[in-house]
């Protein structure tokens, strides 16, 4: 079956928790900005039929420089929240049935699994990437005392892209907003409507650059990747 997919890339955040004077999506790692790493993932890829990277407002010049010459890719503002941006970007898209919504912030993806995703969707509608927990999680309440031990077996940790049939996505991001929830990802708004959600296996190196840390883990992973001339599939921008 064919299917025409739309790509939401939120750009829009501020870094607070990465800090420094270059937001997290333009550091340089492996001598190309975050977010063409990124971007790297959805280009040429069969099915994508658009994509739209949600910047904030003071980012959109140096956005658009950066992706001149990037064909089916539109730059927008975004939003006060991850939420909102995402929102935008799914009311921005113009012709496709579904879509693949994803973090800038999260440049390690490889293809094969992004195309595991993708069959997914097909069969499920909504299909999102997550790994098994590998730590003990506990629940506290709000004196930081343990409340429970969930059963580790059933413990994900979620990363994007999620994927949705688009009309499906927007009704949900439609009534969180009604209705003044905000969700910590895309899938959380389809599950409070009742919706099936479906996990596919990600990996564990889809990490989402967050604190500063996590460049360096960020540079072992391109390194790593040089050596062994692992991800090939992307294709090269
Ligand atoms: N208003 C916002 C906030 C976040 N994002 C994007 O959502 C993704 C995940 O968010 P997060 O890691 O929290 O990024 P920031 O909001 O930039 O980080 P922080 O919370 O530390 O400021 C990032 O790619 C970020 O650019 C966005 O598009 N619009
Ligand atoms: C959507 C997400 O990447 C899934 O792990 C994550 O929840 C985004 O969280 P943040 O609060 O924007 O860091």
């Not at 280009?43 to 089916?72: N, P, S």
């Not at 994927?163 to 929830?181: K, N, P, T």
Request: proline share 4%.
């Amino acid at each position: 079956m064919k299917v025409n997919i739309g790509v939401v890339i939120a750009a829009a955040g501020q870094g607070k928790r990465m800090g420094g004077s270059v937001k997290k999506q333009f550091i340089e790692l492996g001598g190309k900005p975050v977010l063409l790493h990124t971007l790297s993932l959805f280009i040429g890829l069969e099915h994508v039929k658009e994509i739209i990277v949600v910047t904030a407002e003071e980012d959109m010049e140096c956005t658009q420089e950066l992706l001149r010459g990037y064909r089916g890719v539109r730059v927008i503002p975004g939003g006060a929240e991850r939420q909102d941006s995402v929102y935008l970007g799914l009311k921005a898209l113009r012709s496709v049935e579904y879509v693949m919504i994803h973090d800038s912030a999260r440049p390690f993806l490889t293809r094969p699994t992004l195309l595991k995703l993708i069959e997914a969707l097909r069969a499920k509608r909504a299909a999102i990437l997550a790994v098994p927990v590998k730590d003990t999680i506990k629940r506290t309440d709000a004196e930081g005392i343990v409340v429970d031990t969930p059963p580790r077996k059933s413990l994900w940790a979620v990363q994007t892209p999620q994927a949705f049939a688009l009309s499906d996505i927007i009704r949900a991001h439609e009534r969180a907003r009604e209705e003044g929830f905000i969700g910590t990802d895309d899938a959380s708004l389809l599950e409070r409507m009742g919706q099936t959600v479906h996990i596919v296996e990600g990996e564990y190196t889809n990490i989402k650059l967050t604190t500063p840390e996590d460049l360096v883990f960020g540079e072992a992973i391109l390194e790593r990747r040089k050596e062994t001339g692992d991800d090939t599939s992307r294709t090269r921008i």
